[in-house]
C-alpha cells in the first residue's frame, strides 16, 4: 500500500557509537563494508527512505555519530530498522546508543496551527 501523500514524513535520530572492530578497518575496508553489506540490505527491504550523516566524535565522547533517517511512513522506517538489525551495522560495526524518531511541526498538525520556525537574515 502506497504512502499517505499527506501524512508528514518520520524522521528518526540515530545516536550511534562506533566499535573498535568498525575503527580497526582501514577507511577503504569501511566504505568496501558499507557498501556492499549495508547498503544493498537497505536498498532491498527499505523503500521511501533518505539518510544524512553527523560526524560527532570530536564533541562527544559517548555519541561518535548521527543518522538521520527520514522515511515516508512509519512502515518504510521499520522496514529500515529491520533491514539495518540484519546487517553488522547493528550492534557489531555501530552501538545504537538511542533513538529519537518525530514527525516535523507534529504540534502544528496538532493543534490546527501554522508551524513556528525561524529564518535566516
Excluded at 15 to 26: A, D, F, Q, R
Excluded at 41 to 50: D, H, L, M, S, Y
Excluded at 63 to 71: C, G, Q, S
Aim: proline residues 7%; negative net charge.
Amino acid at each position: 500500500m502506497p504512502a499517505d501523500p499527506t501524512a508528514p514524513p518520520v524522521t528518526a535520530f540515530m545516536l550511534v557509537k562506533t566499535t573498535p572492530e568498525w575503527l580497526g578497518m582501514s577507511v577503504g575496508e569501511r566504505v568496501h563494508a558499507f557498501t556492499t553489506q549495508v547498503l544493498p540490505v537497505i536498498e532491498a527491504r527499505a523503500r521511501g527512505v533518505r539518510s544524512r550523516f553527523y560526524d560527532t566524535e570530536f564533541y562527544s565522547a559517548r555519541v561518535t555519530d548521527i543518522w538521520v533517517w527520514e522515511a515516508d511512513d512509519h512502515d518504510a522506517y521499520r522496514l529500515l530498522v529491520d533491514a539495518l538489525r540484519e546487517t553488522p551495522f547493528w550492534d557489531r560495526w555501530f552501538d545504537v546508543v538511542e533513538l529519537l524518531v518525530g514527525t516535523e511541526n507534529g504540534y502544528a498538525r496538532t493543534y490546527g496551527l501554522d508551524p513556528v520556525a525561524t529564518v535566516a537574515v
